[in-house]
Nanobody
């Protein structure tokens, strides 16, 4: 069964850090770009970051540049999103999704498989 599973979310205070993981089962991630997206209540899903299949190109939303870092470990079939200096406005459900080879930044289009999401809640 092809599946993406996000983990690592939680409730933290502003200024804190979390590391989100996106693990694949049933297939290997090495041919896929992985995008991280988030959706806050009442808002549209937005792109946060993306890494292409080789790991050689990364993208970040302006709102997270300098605070979030995306990386991948193909040997572990996992992509990570390190999120530092969290702000209350980062509160959202965070999703990862796959797209063959290259990111389609910052669009949500073209991403095939989506995980179920992991909740990040930041209190002030």
């Amino acid at each position: 069964q092809v599946q993406l599973v996000e983990s690592g979310g939680g409730s933290v205070q502003a200024g804190g850090s979390l590391r989100l993981s996106c693990a694949a089962s049933g297939f290997t991630l090495d041919k896929y770009a992985i995008g991280w997206f988030r959706q806050a209540p009442g808002k549209e899903r937005e792109g946060v970051s993306c890494i292409n299949s080789s790991g050689g190109r990364t993208y970040y939303a302006d709102s997270v540049k300098g605070r979030f870092t995306i990386s991948r470990d193909n040997a572990k079939n996992t992509v990570y999103l390190q999120i530092n200096s969290l702000k209350p406005e980062d509160t959202a459900v965070y999703y990862c999704a796959t797209k063959l080879f290259v990111c389609n930044w910052p669009s949500r289009r073209g991403y095939d498989s989506w995980g179920q999401g992991t909740q990040v809640t930041v209190s002030s």
